[in-house]
């Protein structure tokens, strides 16, 4: 039995192996299953008929054109070196059979030496193959490394491009909320000028109020004093009528002191209405010498008026302590005016608020609502004199949780729609922005609340 056959078998198969592997191609691999098959049909035959002396020309045929095929497509390339391996046995094989069959004496006297050089081939063979599935190895490991990487980077490409499509949605997210929240701004701003501007109305409206209160005091002493004048005047035409010198002269006394008093609180009214004014328009920024005495008391009686405008059954007990050594000291009047008008009603307010609280819950309790402002001299941890400014109610108290809040903007104690929670917190950038002092706070729950101003001189 020749070894042709088998030679061709493996020669095919590694061929299909490597289509398969490398360069798969539906013709190819149709031709090679044919082959096999064929060779399967030819070697039953040469078994079964015996006619190897045929057949044998028919393996050389095939082997040729393997190696052929081998060395001339591109397809088969990676094979090659199998078929350098299996080349000399193949050569070998076709040039003793045609020895043996054109001179077969003359292929007797050497087959020694054809015995010797098949061996040889034969170890040339198992040698190349060995290298070859060295070879075979590493190029399969390099194609799987190879296919790995690819893998990677398809993946990586595709995770950079649904990365790239995240960032580009999370970019358009982001400027879209950026805008929302710049708009939300612009309209914050413009609602809080708003509300900054109600604050000053609102406290414009309470002062004025309490101005209409004031301002009355003094008008009725005009009116009353000049109607005195008016009768007094007629009395004394009477009397110069009747040759009384002296009575005249006396009643012409009398019209002298109600003009003085006329023009006192003639005077009167006109700061009323001036102070109205200051506080009406916007602050212009500029400091001159302030009698914080006076501008308290002024801003206390027309809060106190103010809130008795509004509500005929509120009434409260007002003390000042004045430190009458007390000097003019550069501030902003119209500023701090609102600063201390912020205090005293919410004073004014937190005691009517325990007082109405204290007779729901007990009836008649006996409680008498009472604010307190005092002012001393006092000197400052760097030697500079200063003005303290404290006021105290027997309210019900600042909430512990809520002391920390009480200069926030907006933030208030106060139900829905009784305030707007920027009092304090205009207040708070009045002394502490606008002149460099500080505004501090002592309270108790339930019993007091007391505001410490601290302007510098």
Same mark, same amino acid.
């Given at each position: ?126 040698? $190349? %193959?060995?290298? @070859?599935?060295?070879? #075979?190895?590493?190029? !399969? ?5 190879? *296919?790995?990487? =690819? ?124 102070? $109205? %004014?200051?506080? @009406?328009?916007?602050? #212009?920024?500029?400091? !001159? ?5 006076? *501008?308290?008391? =002024? ?159």
């Amino acid at each position: 039995m020749s070894i042709e056959p088998f030679i061709s078998f493996f020669l095919i198969r590694h061929l299909r192996k490597n289509l398969r592997t490398f360069s798969p191609d539906p013709w190819w691999n149709k031709v090679l299953t044919n082959a096999m098959i064929a060779i399967g049909i030819v070697f039953v035959i040469e078994l079964v008929f015996h006619t190897q002396k045929i057949t044998i020309w028919i393996w050389h045929l095939l082997l040729l054109s393997i190696v052929y095929i081998s060395f001339t497509q591109p397809l088969f390339s990676r094979i090659r070196t199998v078929m350098i391996a299996v080349l000399p046995l193949i050569v070998l094989s076709l040039v003793s059979d045609i020895l043996e069959s054109l001179n077969s004496t003359l292929y007797k006297n050497i087959e020694t030496y054809f015995d010797i050089t098949f061996s040889i081939a034969i170890t040339w063979m198992v040698a $190349m %193959l060995i290298k @070859s599935s060295k070879q #075979n190895k590493a190029l !399969e490991k390099e194609r799987k490394r190879t *296919l790995e990487e =690819e893998e990677r980077s398809k993946f990586i490409e595709a995770q950079k491009e649904k990365l790239e499509i995240i960032v580009a949605e999370r970019t358009a997210e982001i400027t879209q909320q950026k805008d929302d929240l710049q708009h939300a701004l612009t309209e914050l701003k413009a609602t809080q000028t708003q509300l900054i501007h109600s604050e000053k109305m609102a406290s414009l409206g309470e002062l004025t109020a309490g101005i209409a209160h004031e301002i009355q005091n003094p008008l009725n002493f005009v009116n009353n004093f000049s109607e005195v004048n008016f009768e007094l005047i007629e009395e004394m035409k009477n009397e110069i009528a009747a040759g009384n010198t002296s009575e005249a002269v006396l009643i012409a006394e009398n019209i002298k002191d109600n003009e003085k008093k006329i023009i006192h609180h003639g005077k009167r009214a006109d700061a009323i209405v001036k102070g $109205m %004014l200051q506080h @009406s328009r916007s602050s #212009n920024g500029q400091k !001159e010498l302030t009698d914080i005495n006076a *501008l308290a008391d =002024e801003y206390l009686r027309l809060s106190y008026h103010g809130l008795r405008a509004r509500d005929k059954s509120f009434n409260a007990k007002m003390e000042t302590h004045f430190d009458e050594s007390l000097e003019k000291i550069n501030a902003i009047p119209q500023d701090v005016g609102r600063a201390f008008l912020n205090l005293f009603t919410n004073a004014f307010y937190a005691v009517a608020e325990k007082k109405k609280t204290l007779q729901f819950l007990k009836g008649e309790s006996g409680y008498e609502p009472t604010v307190t402002v005092s002012t001393k001299a006092v000197k400052s941890r760097l030697g500079k004199i200063g003005v303290e400014v404290r006021v105290r109610d027997n309210g019900m108290g600042i909430p512990e949780k809520a002391v920390d809040k009480i200069f926030q903007p907006f933030f208030t104690t106060k139900p829905t729609g009784q305030g707007t929670g920027l009092g304090l917190s205009l207040s708070y950038e009045i002394i502490k922005q606008g002149h460099g002092g500080e505004i501090r706070v002592k309270t108790k729950e339930g019993e007091f609340a007391e505001f410490i101003v601290d302007l510098p001189a």
